[in-house]
């Protein structure tokens, strides 16, 4: 068991978090912030909006005064939740930059374990595990979300990457490495912690920093399958030892096996997780090979 590490030498930290129109979200956020066991003197929170429509009634978020608050705007890039959390590392003051998503609940003690393991661990960057919250009804949208997203100990210990769902990552490394990609839509969370762990970084997983996030409806399943379907063919055209450009297409067409359900969920038919499981691989590869096309047809 890790020692317990004094209060006054636990560093800073700045709390990133991209939000759109979701106020119930972020309101049910900024609860579980004000509720964690890291003191909350230590805890600054940046809120930044990137949407083109209203922006978030700050007068109607109950405000812990312990913790800092700042509501910033995306105003050129919208919709790119890089840019957003960019403009939030350009005003962090902590010493540990902490990236969440609003849909998102961490559990009490998150901030604690995930910043006494980096220190512990000497890691630059950790990542902490991401579960799904299924909510009142279990759909085959939510089940299938949970058995095709975010699964951080494999991108972490299998490909040296992690994800911005939960995220620590030391401020030094944003000067040395650079910030996210600005105007992405997906995958510059997977390029920058690629490129911080190429430039010699260290990237560790934290089992028992916990974040769960709200499993999605088939189509914001969909949307989202489009969208990492064409952010990962950036992530392709960087990687030197790419596959050919059409290999992960042909792979999707294999269908699924059984060994993919990790759970066993009585309410929905297996057959239809299986056809969703089958399909949401398909559409993102198709997403990817959509980008490939306009991207060279643009290059010509």
Known sequence: ??????????????????????????????????NQSYPSEKIELLLIYNSSLNGLNRNSIPVNSEIKFEFLEE????????????????????????????????DKCWLEIGINFLIEMNYDLVAGKVDFDFGERITAAKIVDSLTSIDMKNAVEGRGVAYTANL???????????TFEEKTRSGGDVRFT????????????????????????????????IRTGKGYFYTWKDDEEKRIWFYNLLRA???????????NHDQ??????????YLVGIVEQLAFIAEYIKYNLRSD
């Open 194 to 225: 690629k490129k911080a762990v190429k430039t010699g970084y260290k990237i560790g997983f934290c089992e028992n920093s916990l974040v769960w996030k709200k499993a999605r409806d088939f189509k914001s399943l969909y949307q989202k399958k």
């Open 75 to 106: 105003k050129i890039h919208l919709n790119s939740p890089y840019s957003a959390r960019n403009r939030g590392i350009e005003r962090a003051t902590g010493d540990i930059i902490v990236f969440i998503d609003a849909n998102s609940t961490p």
């Open 268 to 277: 929905v038919s297996s057959v239809v997780i299986w056809f969703h499981l």
């Open 253 to 263: 067409f294999k269908p699924p096996t059984s060994k993919r359900f990790k759970q």
């Open 168 to 178: 620590f990552v030391k401020k030094d490394v944003f000067y040395n490495v650079g």
């Open 1 to 34: 068991m890790s020692k317990q590490i004094e209060s006054s030498d636990q560093p800073n930290l700045s709390v990133i978090i991209p939000y759109q129109d979701n106020l119930k979200e972020v309101e049910d956020i900024i609860l579980t912030l004000e």
